[in-house]
């Protein structure tokens, strides 16, 4: 009977071990987390370490000394023409290497603009308002670039790391208990394979839309429409102009029916009150033919290598830079 356990327990260790290892190979599924250290809390803000490198959903990152994202150690700024580019973990660009990104790709179409990268994942409009002030270390800011996904109104932020995970996809399932959280945060860290059963047994993009949804058709958004408005007058105030660049969930590009752009209309609605100039891009997104391919496989909003590449041509097209 011993000798028949062992069997079995061997067996079923080479089985998920083969089917973890061509989940790796066929990156059927992507990792999620962010490697603790990289990010750090100042006045209850999270910042990047400046001068650290770091693993975010399984790709390495490189902070400079300002704690902007950059594509290398050895990274140098052109002279003086910058642009400030506001963002959360979609315009850091999570899993995805800096130069493949739609700020690297930027930096090599326009070599002679500094494209200041101050996003951190996690970031909500509120953490904006309060990094703004960054653009201060810099001469010249001619433009500030604000990538807003839906989430961007959450009151917390959503970061997601390796020891400890917090999140706003509400309190629902066993993610509730602390054992089963860690134990979540670490497998999505880790394993692929668990990425890729959880992402076809749950369908976690629609579960995070949806839930978002509800925060639209609940929350009174006048809170939010401040803090545009602090945004936009910062902005004003250093005579630079101010943009808002929205970008869509990908559960939403998959019918792209008018109901459930309800989130994109509030916000439009918001900006055309307020006189700020704005690109929509998500009917670029709806208009690809596999908008799927476009995000982090099973992620609600995070792009790909393609993804990015859309945001770029949208903007070196819609923005004069």
């Known amino acids: 009977m011993k000798k028949i356990i062992i069997f079995n327990f061997t067996i079923v260790f080479l089985?998920?071990?083969?089917?973890?290892?061509?989940?790796?190979?066929?990156?059927?599924?992507?990792?999620?987390?962010?490697?603790?250290?990289?990010?750090?809390k100042k006045n209850n803000i999270n910042y990047l370490r400046p001068n650290k490198d770091g693993?975010?959903?399984?790709?390495?990152?490189?902070?400079?000394?300002?704690?902007f994202r950059v594509p290398?150690?050895?990274?140098?700024?052109?002279?003086?023409?910058?642009?400030?580019?506001?963002?959360?973990?979609?315009t850091f660009g999570n899993g995805v290497k800096e130069e493949e990104t739609f700020i690297g790709l930027l930096r090599k179409k326009f070599k002679n603009k500094n494209f200041l990268n101050s996003s951190v994942p996690g970031y909500q409009i509120k953490d904006h308002v309060n990094v703004i002030n960054q653009s201060k270390k810099f001469n010249n800011?001619?433009?500030?670039?604000?990538?807003?996904?839906?989430?961007?109104?959450?009151?917390?932020?959503n970061i997601v790391d390796i020891?400890?995970?917090?999140?706003?996809?509400?309190?629902?399932?066993?993610k509730k208990y602390k054992i089963f959280n860690r134990l979540n945060a670490?497998?999505?860290?880790?394993?692929?394979?668990?990425?890729?059963?959880?992402?076809?047994?749950?369908?976690?993009?629609?579960?995070w839309f949806l839930n978002l949804f509800k925060t639209y058709e609940n929350?009174?958004?006048?809170?939010?429409?401040?803090?545009?408005?602090?945004?936009?007058?910062?902005?004003?105030?250093?005579?630079?102009k101010f943009i808002v660049v929205l970008l869509p969930y990908e559960y939403q590009t998959r019918n792209c029916s008018k109901d459930i752009l309800k989130p994109q209309n509030d916000i439009l609605k918001i900006l055309k009150d307020l006189n700020i100039d704005f690109k929509d891009f998500t009917k670029n997104f709806c208009k690809q033919n596999k908008p799927r391919k476009s995000f982090y496989k099973f992620d609600p909003m995070h792009l790909s290598k393609y993804g990015h590449k859309i945001v770029y041509n949208n903007l070196i097209n819609e923005i004069n830079f």
């Open 141 to 157: 800011i001619d433009k500030i670039l604000y990538f807003f996904t839906l989430n961007d109104i959450y009151g917390s932020s």
């Open 219 to 240: 929350q009174n958004l006048d809170k939010v429409k401040n803090q545009f408005t602090l945004l936009d007058n910062y902005s004003k105030n250093i005579q630079s």
């Open 15 to 40: 089985l998920i071990f083969f089917l973890e290892l061509f989940s790796n190979l066929f990156k059927l599924s992507g990792l999620m987390g962010i490697e603790s250290g990289l990010i750090y």
């Open 55 to 67: 693993i975010v959903f399984g790709q390495k990152v490189t902070i400079d000394q300002y704690g």
């Open 186 to 207: 670490f497998l999505r860290n880790k394993s692929y394979l668990y990425m890729f059963i959880k992402g076809i047994g749950t369908d976690p993009s629609k579960r």
């Open 163 to 174: 020891k400890n995970q917090k999140q706003n996809e509400s309190d629902y399932s066993l």
């Open 72 to 90: 290398s150690k050895d990274f140098k700024y052109a002279e003086n023409n910058n642009i400030f580019i506001l963002g959360d973990s979609v």
